[in-house]
T-cell receptor
Framework: AQSVTQLDSQVPVFEEAPVELRCNYS??????LFWYVQYPNQGLQLLLKYLSGSTLVKGINGFEAEFNKSQTSFHLRKPSVHISDTAEYFC????????????FGDGTTLTVKP | DAGVTQSPTHLIKTRGQQVTLRCSPK?????VSWYQQALGQGPQFIFQ???????QRGNFPDRFSGHQFPNYSSELNVNALLLGDSALYLC???????????FGPGTRLTVL
């Protein structure tokens, strides 16, 4: 069984400040980790993914995440946020590389203020 | 290249009715997954279709069923609707064996 916990339901931050959205997971098998972004009234868009290899993963829009196996975490970071980054962010885990049947967290609402 | 499309955008039904939602995958994709996203929650996996067969299923009752057509498009059917079925239903497509799925904009279902 797999589960994902996003530790913050809401994260307010000022424009150009750094941000970290926290994600912890549990899994009894190998994990593949994903971060998605959802803008209002839209579907989910993949930001980045960790399948294997380097634990620091770079994604689109300047986001990056670090896989930490000992802490079972996969936190998302951005050094300087923009107003346009305001959205809902979801962390997800899958037990294999086959897309689909991912387990999602409940999301973190990132609000970037001017 | 059109992405994943879903229809209708919004739907209002009453308890006990049946509903059918439709999804067209991204060009070149042969696998379709369906998710239910309740308000304030993350998406929950319903099932996945590949080669016109249900390949994987999440923890949803038999009231939820699906179908995949030879052109890879898919339908999600929900029978005997309950108030708790009100949610955003997301379709995601992928190419079998790959690790990335692409999501459609969803269908917002409201059950009164």
């Amino acid at each position: 069984a797999q589960s994902v916990t996003q530790l913050d339901s809401q994260v307010p931050v000022f424009e150009e400040a750094p941000v970290e959205l926290r994600c912890n997971y549990s899994s009894s098998v190998s994990v593949y980790l994903f971060w998605y972004v959802q803008y209002p009234n839209q579907g989910l868009q993949l930001l980045l993914k960790y399948l294997s290899g380097s634990t620091l993963v770079k994604g689109i829009n300047g986001f990056e995440a670090e896989f930490n196996k000992s802490q079972t975490s996969f936190h998302l970071r951005k050094p300087s946020v923009h107003i346009s980054d305001t959205a809902e962010y979801f962390c997800a885990v899958s037990g294999n590389t086959n897309a689909g049947k991912s387990t999602f967290g409940d999301g973190t609402t990132l609000t970037v203020k001017p | 290249d059109a992405g994943v499309t879903q229809s209708p955008t919004h739907l209002i039904k009453t308890r006990g009715q049946q509903v059918t939602l439709r999804c067209s995958p991204k060009s070149g994709h042969d696998t379709v997954s369906w998710y239910q996203q309740a308000l304030g929650q993350g998406p929950q996996f319903i099932f996945q279709y590949y080669e016109e067969e249900e390949r994987q299923r999440g923890n949803f009752p038999d009231r939820f069923s699906g179908h995949q057509f030879p052109n890879y498009s898919s339908e999600l059917n929900v029978n005997a609707l309950l108030l708790g079925d009100s949610a955003l239903y997301l379709c995601a497509s992928s190419q079998s064996g790959t690790d990335t799925q692409y999501f459609g904009p969803g269908t917002r279902l409201t059950v009164l």
